[in-house]
């Protein structure tokens, strides 16, 4: 980092269980950014991921194992932690323990919440690190490349001016997916703004190697979904409604019809199959006009559409969990 801005940004690194990954994460952190202070927060890791936090000088919290994890929780037990021994700080970067952090990325967050103090949050384009050991990998690699700009939400691998975070509460600790966009639309509403930067900014290792896991994670989307737009849907961006009514769609909708005109009427429901065949085909041919190989594409379209019923399983959960007034648990796929 530039010598100015050495003393105005720390990070918080969540993890749980991620080996190797965190100590490639923090020692990238530690040779990039040696003079930044780093608070490593474990949601009860059965590894050595503290012991080894610990080992490089870096300071970890333990969450209590007693209240359920999740990365609002964790990331604003780290924001306290990193705050309370370096209040001088201005800016923190938050990063997940199976991201490493990109060399140049630290100065251009900085340099970007410098330009202004009604900027609260930049995020950069997170890479897939093993973007080739699993199609599933390709694909998350494919969903990191979210368009540049002023943005509506971005990324939980975030930078964060401290006076914005301070002031609009942190993370919301009762959401378990997709509290990085909760926390985006409560800046904006501040009067905030957010911007996803044309710089890259760490490296991501999905590792999803199974099917059940890509399942496992969009589940765990459509969770987030029915959660984030119960509490900003009626706002001006409506935030995860178009996802919501294509999850409805395509997750429920279709697969019923489907079933109900299979038993009553079957040239109905080969009717229903050639139109999500067809979709899933005009999906497919998009990402080949994009270049990705005929593999990735077909992949791509398949999963994405039958992918929508595990997200529908996922709002279900989350309906099911609030109208019966239980505590949301935490969904996760590695």
Not at 113 to 118: D, F, G, Q, T
Not at 132 to 141: E, M, P, Q, Y
Request: proline share 3%; hydrophobic share 45%.
């Amino acid at each position: 980092m530039d010598n100015s801005n050495s003393s105005a940004a720390g990070f918080v690194v969540i993890g749980r269980n991620e080996g190797d990954r965190l100590k490639a994460g923090l020692k990238a952190i530690q040779t990039l950014c040696p003079d930044s202070p780093v608070v490593y927060v474990d949601s009860g890791s059965a590894d050595d991921s503290v012991a080894f936090a610990r080992s490089i000088a870096m300071d970890a919290v333990e969450l209590d194992l007693s209240i359920p994890f999740n990365a609002a929780r964790a990331r604003n037990a780290g924001f306290r932690k990193l705050l309370s021994e370096n209040s001088s700080l201005r800016y923190v970067q938050f990063m997940d323990g199976d991201c490493e952090l990109i060399p140049g990325w630290i100065e251009t967050a900085v340099n970007m919440l410098e330009e202004s103090e009604k900027i609260a949050i930049v995020s950069g384009r997170r890479v897939e690190k093993f973007p080739d050991a699993s199609v599933f990998n390709t694909l998350v690699d494919i969903e990191w490349n979210t368009p540049t700009g002023e943005s509506t939400a971005v990324l939980g691998d975030m930078c964060v001016r401290v006076s914005a975070f301070r002031e609009i509460g942190g993370f919301d600790e009762k959401i378990i997916a997709a509290e990085d966009d909760d926390l985006c639309l409560r800046a904006r509403r501040a009067g905030y703004k957010i911007y996803r930067l044309d710089a890259t900014m760490s490296l991501h290792d999905a590792d999803i190697m199974h099917l059940s896991q890509w399942y496992r994670r969009s589940k765990r989307g459509g969770h987030g979904y029915a959660n984030i737009h119960h509490i900003h849907g009626s706002g001006p961006d409506r935030h995860f409604r178009r996802e919501l009514i294509s999850v409805i769609f395509w997750g429920g909708c279709m697969p019923l019809a489907f079933v109900f005109f299979l038993i009553l009427e079957p040239a109905i429901a080969m009717l229903i199959l050639v139109l999500f065949g067809f979709f899933v085909s005009r999906t497919i041919f998009r990402r080949l006009k994009r270049g990705d190989s005929l593999k990735i594409a077909f992949c791509y379209g398949l999963l994405i559409f039958t992918g929508k019923i595990p997200e529908l399983m996922g709002v279900i959960e989350y309906w099911k969990n609030r109208l019966l007034s239980r505590q949301h648990q935490l969904i996760e796929y590695k």
